[in-house]
């Protein structure tokens, strides 16, 4: 019993580690919650003075892939979030102005420039 008891416990420390990342936002914990049924667990992001103990509960090691995926799509969000954000302010500096360009015998023809 107690060497289950400890591979359990072993198997589930590298997934709390994962569940520690920033990239876990409350979206992810409620996909963590639904995924292992617990219905009395309050996720860090609501609960700042949660304790081992509550994660300990989850019986993560019945979950472990699920854990790693959660986590997984949390980093990868996280990253796109963040590419997102950089594209984002380097676009908005970028003014874009049409100026008509004319060529013998054709109709204008926009040109596009920007500064």
């Known amino acids: 019993c107690v060497d289950k008891l400890c591979k359990n416990f072993l198997s589930t420390t590298p997934l709390i580690a994962l ?4 990239s876990m936002r409350p979206r992810h914990w409620s996909l963590l919650l639904k995924t292992t049924g617990a219905a009395n ?3 860090p ?5 949660m304790l081992l103990g509550g994660l300990l509960e989850l019986d993560l090691h019945k979950f472990s892939n ?5 986590c997984d799509q949390a980093s990868k969000e996280e990253k796109m979030e963040t590419t997102l954000q ?13 100026t008509p360009y004319k060529q013998a015998g054709s109709d204008d023809v926009p040109l ?4």
């Open 112 to 115: 596009l420039g920007f500064n």
């Open 66 to 70: 699920e854990v790693e995926e959660i």
């Open 45 to 49: 992001c609501d609960d700042e003075n």
């Open 19 to 22: 569940l520690g990342a920033k």
């Open 41 to 43: 667990f309050t996720p």
């Open 86 to 98: 950089q594209i984002e302010e380097r676009w908005s500096s970028i003014n874009f102005t049409m």
